[in-house]
């Protein structure tokens, strides 16, 4: 996929893995929107770019949010990319606590509601705007990558929402792929182990201590820029389509 000449999506593009990936798609010569609820940042980020990106204020949870979205980055150029990387709730609480009260079903609602529903307005809307480019020489319209968890896989205790919302996702992705193959759009879905990020709200030498020993190899937890560094690569391989990719440093979580 030429990235020069277009415009990319990142909803979450105010966040870890999602500023690493505005500033990788950027530096290939794409048009950003930088999609997000996190203003400060979004801005911040968008005056560090220097004209090479956009920041719009975006709730996944709100179809007319992300139709701006959208239309903010087709005005820019073509729509040719979409990385849907945003954050949400991590609860960690078991289905029923010692007491053996229920864990509220509305949490679970809103979990769902984010990564899920969220990931798939995303995903729909983007296709819709993709359909109506003109097809590459190779025949592709866009590319859309989305981000469970290996949590999607193996959920660890009190991750019954995520768990849930991210297998969803990779549920997802090999019918998105072949429902959007006529169009000439791929899909494809990122499953990231444990990386540091700033939500962990800590500093890294700390949640390297505590996280990274787990990990198999690389010993440590992984960088952002190394999520953007294969989001990139997935847009530039036009054979990737319909992949579950996981970059974990061969976790497997436990229980």
Known sequence: MELKGSSALVVGGAGGFGEATVRRLAGAGARVVIADMADDRGKALEDQLDGQAVFV??????EESVDAAIAAAVELAPLRTAVVVHGGPATGKRIINREGKP?????FRRTIEIFLTGTFHVLSKAAGAMSRNEPLDSGQRGVIITTASIAGFEGQVGQSDY????G????LNLTAARDLAPAG???VCIAPGTFFTPAYGMPEE???AKWGPGVPNPKRMGHAGEYAKLALAIVDNDYLNGE???IDGALRFNI
Do not use: C
């Open 163 to 166: 768990s849930a919302a991210k």
């Open 206 to 208: 700390e949640a390297q």
């Open 185 to 187: 759009i791929r899909v």
């Open 57 to 62: 204020h975006t709730d996944v949870t709100s």
């Open 244 to 246: 579950v990719i996981r």
């Open 168 to 171: 969803g996702v990779i549920g």
């Open 103 to 107: 864990y509220p079903v509305d949490s």
